[in-house]
């Protein structure tokens, strides 16, 4: 074996090295791009856990509460027996001017009282420390880590521009940390201020993001969070730092878990890759193989012989996979790092390195994908009968199996995936997984059959075109149905996930631009916050009043939304002046009506629920929500269920009179404007600009600007169909190449005659190209039904499952125009390297091939 | 050493093909068989019986007592490698091996120790008298060298049945004789079986026995001299 790859397999790659390296591609694209998203999020995990460890210093408990915790229960902490010490803290992340210094995380401590929980080992001669009152005395004080004082060319003293929420601010550096421990957080990017200060700069009120509560000596962290818990309440969270790690761990391995369809889908596209070439390789190499069966070698050994190039193949595409993949993995980390920083406010800092256990992970993965794509053509290598490999003619595969069975079992799995997906006996991924699984199946089983069928039609119309290339292409299509049917196989497949996904993302946005022309209705908003799922700043109430003397501003309506958990689940519970929204707002209601609505939530002080909110807890009108409260848990009665988009884990509404009552914090996080008749918007919004400039960090935009500033959003998101499709293309392109490659090389000798009986090179050429045009078109067409099925399942079944949302089915007429527009395109492109190859045939060595 | 009983072979396909229609055959070891007949009358079918690279669709095929069609894909493969050879019109040579690499191919294959092969390819290259080129590769040699290298190929397993399909075909006059020439002292020396298709006159004249097939039958069989069998 070890002489037969030496020799044989060698110098085969010798003379192919373009193919071998098109092979190797396939293992390194996908083996990169698995390595590179698993590093980077092995290290945003482990950043985000060590930044929460050493952020948390000495202290063994922390306590939290949805919306921030008031100022006041620092004192009722502290009085409770084996509590030593208490420590207030807020955090948040900004980003300086230059913002090539990455984001900074700024920690406001108390800084009096908070050395019994944080060593902060500041550097020997900063004579400001000494004296914490000085540094209290200027409003502009700040604390930064040696490392990034030094990476920023900042001496104590000096001034650094940072983006805070009211605008670009200055703050002085008035000390500097010593690298260890605390100041090793967040990679060093850390800024420490005085929590009063802070609460001023991030508009948290009276409150603080959590207390840190550090245990007397003999006290147990067991006793000490009973203590806490029962004197606090439930709305109020105790938790050991590291449990905290372990959720912000968990939240983002939940959005990280959709980067790993993506590296799925790029190593599958290696395998394909690796597919294709061995057919390629197995066709080529058929009469080495007839001889080298004729020498007494095994079928066993012929196999292996593939299998072993593929295993060579797999090594070294998986090691130069895992090095491109430390290069890619950089370029990750800052894409995920800046989600899971505006979507859940947390974030890593630092460079990314690539752990010994994720290239274990990454070379078995690449090396399995390189074996399983080599499988199928070595054992039909190994099952080629000698005769057959050493006769003279053509002898073409035999047809496949018989035709009946498979159409029968490939209609059965599908019409199980479609029982399936319409009655879900179980939800999640099982049902994902299950779903795709038998539908794939269907489709793989179903492919050969319908591709010849559509053939069929395809040939009499090729033929009225190009009389000889019509036939010649049709010929080569029909004679070999197992690589007709394979590349049409992968075409359709990777159609069908890109319709199906333009589909769903297609129906998500249309539904939320509906919605959103419904629900958003007052001239003008005017936002404490870019960020709405987490907010980094909130106006106080009073607020209200001033904008309601702005010229031509008519009423103003405070809108503040809370993220509480509900059975584990973190809803969004609205609040809004109920009253003078309903006036302008039309809403869509599955249970109850306007009036009930009215009368229960504004004059009873019940609350409405979300479509979502309604399937996901099956709760509807007549029933009772159970909202953890600051007071407590509150049960309250639900007046409608309305379609509601704003949360894909379910929204219940309340008066605003009610939110205050209950959790008594009158901050707002947007005021929604209506301008008397006849004012001009513009000018009305200008005018606001003015009055809150200088004051309070305030985005005001007009109806328009929101609306457009959210479909941005939706499409930024969009964009990951656009990966998609050019995935797809990808494949496509790869697969007709191939595909055509093997076409050239097993008519070889019919080409060699047809030219010299005269067949013109231009008419060679355009039956492959024609060739190409058929296959592309067939997977499209059979891609159609099954992309439409695809998105139907994921519109209905999984977004149900997922976010309890019905959406209406929207085709994605977009990506299907711009399919018709790029595949013709594209297999013209990818038929031009086989029929450069076929018209260069000369005649005398290609009657001799075979 | 070779019997044939009742062979039939059938190519299934778009039409049928009945190859071999029959065949009953005996040929015992150390005799060297010439089989001429037209082209497509079954010649290369019985060959590739003979060696075990095919199976009849009825009938038997023993090849020193072994029935060939009861055995299995891998069983004739390992019987192919030890006990047969063949030599093609078309040679068949790796193009990308060097001479002595394909002559060592088959055994590798049959995993000989390495000492043991370099010791047997140079000795098999010394008999057919390419010691000289054994670094080349077979598109640096002649029609003649390369069937030459083809023979050595064949020899060096030491098999007892040598089957060669048209092995002149290819060759011009003088080449063909040469490898006649060679063939029969193969024969002469080691005592080997030959069995050789062959579309020339004077080459079946080179042996000892002659066999005609027309239509996938056995339409005559004769020793050299004319007295019929
Ligand atoms: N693999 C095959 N598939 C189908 N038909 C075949 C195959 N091999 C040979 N034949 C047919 O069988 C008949 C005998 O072929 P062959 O033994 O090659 O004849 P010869 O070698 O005498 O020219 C011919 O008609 C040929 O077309
Ligand atoms: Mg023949």
């Given at each position: 074996?070890?002489?037969?790859?030496?020799?044989?397999?060698?110098?085969?790659?010798?003379?192919?090295?373009?193919?071998?390296?098109?092979?190797?591609?396939?293992?390194?694209?996908?083996?990169?791009?698995?390595?590179?998203?698993?590093?980077?999020?092995?290290?945003?995990?482990?950043?985000?856990?060590?930044?929460?460890?050493?952020?948390?210093?000495?202290?063994?408990?922390?306590?939290?509460?949805?919306?921030?915790?008031?100022?006041?229960?620092?004192?009722?902490?502290?009085?409770?027996?084996?509590?030593?010490?208490?420590?207030?803290?807020?955090?948040?992340?900004?980003?300086?001017?230059?913002?090539?210094?990455?984001?900074?995380?700024?920690?406001?401590?108390?800084?009096?009282?908070?050395?019994?929980?944080?060593?902060?080992?500041?550097?020997?001669?900063?004579?400001?420390?000494?004296?914490?009152?000085?540094?209290?005395?200027?409003?502009?004080?700040?604390?930064?880590?040696?490392?990034?004082?030094?990476?920023?060319?900042?001496?104590?003293?000096?001034?650094?521009?940072?983006?805070?929420?009211?605008?670009?601010?200055?703050?002085?550096?008035?000390?500097?940390?010593?690298?260890?421990?605390?100041?090793?957080?967040?990679?060093?990017?850390?800024?420490?201020?005085?929590?009063?200060?802070?609460?001023?700069?991030?508009?948290?009120?009276?409150?603080?993001?959590?207390?840190?509560?550090?245990?007397?000596?003999?006290?147990?962290?067991?006793?000490?969070?009973?203590?806490?818990?029962?004197?606090?309440?439930?709305?109020?969270?105790?938790?050991?730092?590291?449990?905290?790690?372990?959720?912000?761990?968990?939240?983002?391995?939940?959005?990280?878990?959709?980067?790993?369809?993506?590296?799925?889908?790029?190593?599958?596209?290696?395998?394909?890759?690796?597919?294709?070439?061995?057919?390629?390789?197995?066709?080529?190499?058929?009469?080495?193989?007839?001889?080298?069966?004729?020498?007494?070698?095994?079928?066993?050994?012929?196999?292996?012989?593939?299998?072993?190039?593929?295993?060579?193949?797999?090594?070294?595409?998986?090691?130069?996979?895992?090095?491109?993949?430390?290069?890619?993995?950089?370029?990750?980390?800052?894409?995920?790092?800046?989600?899971?920083?505006?979507?859940?406010?947390?974030?890593?800092?630092?460079?990314?390195?690539?752990?010994?256990g994720i290239v274990l992970e990454s070379m078995v993965l690449g090396i399995l994908a390189s074996l399983a794509g080599a499988w199928g053509p070595a054992l039909s290598a190994s099952r080629i009968p000698p005769t057959e490999a050493l006769a003279k003619g053509a002898f073409q595969a035999r047809l496949p199996g018989r035709v009946a069975p498979r159409i029968a079992a490939g209609l059965a799995a599908f019409g199980c995936a479609i029982l399936l997906a319409l009655n879900p006996p179980f939800g999640g991924n099982q049902l994902i997984l299950s779903v795709l699984l038998l539908g794939g199946a269907g489709l793989v089983l179903l492919v050969g059959p319908l591709s010849r069928a559509l053939l069929q039609i395809f040939i009499p119309l090729a033929t009225r075109f190009a009389p000889v290339s019509g036939r010649l292409s049709s010929d080569a299509l029909l004679g070999n149905p197992r690589r007709t049917s394979g590349t049409v196989m992968a075409m359709a497949l990777s159609l069908t996930f890109v319709l199906g996904f333009a589909g769903y993302m297609g129906s998500t946005k249309a539904t939320m631009t509906r919605w959103m022309d419904d629900a958003l209705t007052c001239d003008l908003f005017v936002r404490a916050s870019a960020n709405f799922s987490r907010p980094d700043f909130l106006f106080p109430g009073a607020l209200r009043e001033e904008l309601l003397q702005v010229p031509g501003v008519r009423a103003v309506e405070s809108y503040r939304g809370v993220r509480p958990l509900y059975q584990g689940q973190q809803i969004l519970v609205n609040s809004i002046q109920v009253g003078p929204t309903m006036d302008r707002t039309r809403f869509e209601f599955i249970q109850g009506d306007a009036e009930s609505m009215r009368r229960g939530v504004i004059r009873e002080g019940m609350c409405t629920v979300s479509e979502n909110f309604y399937r996901r807890f099956n709760l509807g009108v007549g029933q009772q929500v159970e909202l953890v409260t600051p007071g407590g848990v509150v049960r309250i009665p639900i007046a409608a269920v309305l379609r509601d988009y704003s949360s894909d884990k379910g929204t219940v509404l309340l008066d605003r009179t009610r939110f205050l009552e209950l959790w008594k914090d009158d901050r707002v996080d947007i005021f929604d404007v209506s301008v008397v008749p006849g004012a001009d918007v513009g000018q009305v919004r200008d005018a606001v600009r003015a009055k809150l400039a200088g004051k309070f960090p305030a985005l005001v935009s007009t109806r328009q600007e929101f609306t457009a500033e959210i479909g941005k959003a939706i499409d930024a998101f969009y964009a990951l169909t656009r990966i998609t499709v050019f995935l797809a293309l990808l494949v496509a392109f790869l697969g007709i190449v191939t595909s055509l490659l093997i076409s050239v090389a097993e008519r070889t000798r019919e080409i060699g005659i047809l030219k010299a009986l005269g067949g013109l090179p231009s008419q060679i050429a355009r039956s492959i190209v024609l060739e190409a045009l058929a296959l592309a078109l067939t997977g499209l067409v059979l891609a159609l039904p099954a992309g439409n099925l695809f998105a139907l399942f994921m519109e209905g079944a999984i977004a149900e499952y997922f976010t309890g949302w019905q959406m209406p089915h929207h085709y994605p007429w977009e990506i299907l125009a711009q399919l018709l527009i790029a595949l013709p395109l594209i297999s013209a492109f990818a038929a031009w390297i086989p029929a450069r190859q076929a018209g260069r045939l000369e005649i005398t060595r290609a009657i001799e091939y075979e | 050493m070779l019997q044939l009983h009742d062979v039939i072979k059938t190519y299934s396909g778009k039409s049928e093909v009945t190859a071999l229609d029959g065949i009953n055959l005996s040929i015992a070891a150390g005799e060297m068989v010439a089989i001429m007949g037209p082209s497509g009358s079954g010649k290369s079918t019985l060959l590739n019986l003979l060696g075990g690279l095919d199976v009849p669709t009825s009938g038997r095929v023993l090849v020193a007592g072994k029935d060939l069609a009861g055995e299995s894909e891998k069983e004739r493969s390992l019987f192919r490698r030890t006990s047969v050879s063949y030599i093609f019109q078309a040679y068949h040579l790796m193009p990308t091996l060097k001479v002595s690499q394909n002559v060592a191919l088959p055994l590798h294959l049959a995993g000989v120790p390495a000492n043991e092969i370099n010791r047997r390819v140079a000795e098999v290259l010394r008999e057919v008298g390419l010691e000289a080129r054994e670094k080349h590769l077979p598109d640096e040699l002649s029609g003649g060298e390369r069937q030459r290298v083809a023979i050595a190929r064949a020899l060096v397993t030491g098999a007892a049945l040598l089957l060669a399909d048209e092995p002149t075909g290819n060759l011009d006059t003088a080449r063909g004789e040469e490898i006649l020439n060679l063939l029969r002292a193969i024969h002469r020396e080691r005592g080997t079986t030959i069995v050789m298709v062959t579309h020339d006159h004077h080459a079946a004249s080179a042996c000892e026995r002659l066999i005609k097939l027309r239509d996938g039958r056995v339409e005559g069989d004769s020793l050299r001299g004319g007295g019929d069998r």
């Open positions: 074996m070890r002489f037969l790859l030496r020799t044989l397999s060698l110098s085969y790659v010798r003379r192919n090295v373009a193919k071998t390296l098109l092979t190797l591609l396939g293992v390194v694209v996908g083996v990169a791009t698995f390595s590179a998203i698993r590093s980077a999020q092995g290290t945003l995990v482990k950043g985000i856990r060590s930044t929460v460890d050493r952020v948390a210093g000495k202290s063994q408990l922390q306590i939290t509460m949805e919306g921030g915790v008031p100022e006041e229960v620092q004192e009722r902490v502290r009085e409770l027996p084996g509590i030593r010490a208490t420590s207030p803290v807020i955090e948040q992340i900004v980003v300086p001017e230059r913002g090539e210094l990455g984001s900074l995380l700024v920690i406001g401590i108390d800084l009096l009282g908070d050395r019994e929980m944080r060593d902060y080992g500041f550097d020997g001669d900063d004579a400001d420390l000494d004296d914490p009152l000085l540094f209290l005395a200027q409003p502009d004080s700040a604390i930064f880590t040696r490392q990034f004082a030094d990476k920023a060319g900042l001496k104590t003293g000096q001034t650094i521009s940072l983006r805070l929420p009211a605008g670009v601010k200055r703050v002085a550096a008035r000390g500097l940390l010593s690298p260890k421990g605390f100041s090793e957080a967040f990679g060093g990017n850390l800024m420490v201020v005085d929590v009063y200060a802070a609460q001023e700069l991030f508009g948290r009120g009276r409150r603080f993001d959590r207390l840190d509560v550090r245990l007397s000596e003999g006290t147990s962290v067991a006793q000490g969070s009973a203590t806490l818990e029962k004197a606090l309440g439930p709305a109020f969270r105790v938790e050991t730092p590291a449990r905290r790690g372990e959720q912000m761990e968990r939240i983002v391995a939940n959005f990280v878990s959709g980067f790993n369809v993506s590296s799925g889908f790029a190593l599958s596209i290696g395998t394909f890759l690796i597919f294709n070439a061995f057919n390629v390789a197995v066709n080529r190499r058929r009469r080495d193989i007839g001889t080298l069966r004729a020498l007494g070698a095994t079928p066993r050994q012929v196999q292996l012989l593939f299998l072993a190039e593929a295993l060579l193949i797999g090594v070294v595409g998986a090691a130069v996979g895992c090095l491109a993949g430390t290069a890619l993995s950089q370029g990750f980390l800052r894409m995920m790092g800046q989600t899971t920083e505006t979507v859940y406010g947390v974030t890593s800092s630092g460079a990314v390195h690539l752990p010994p | -």
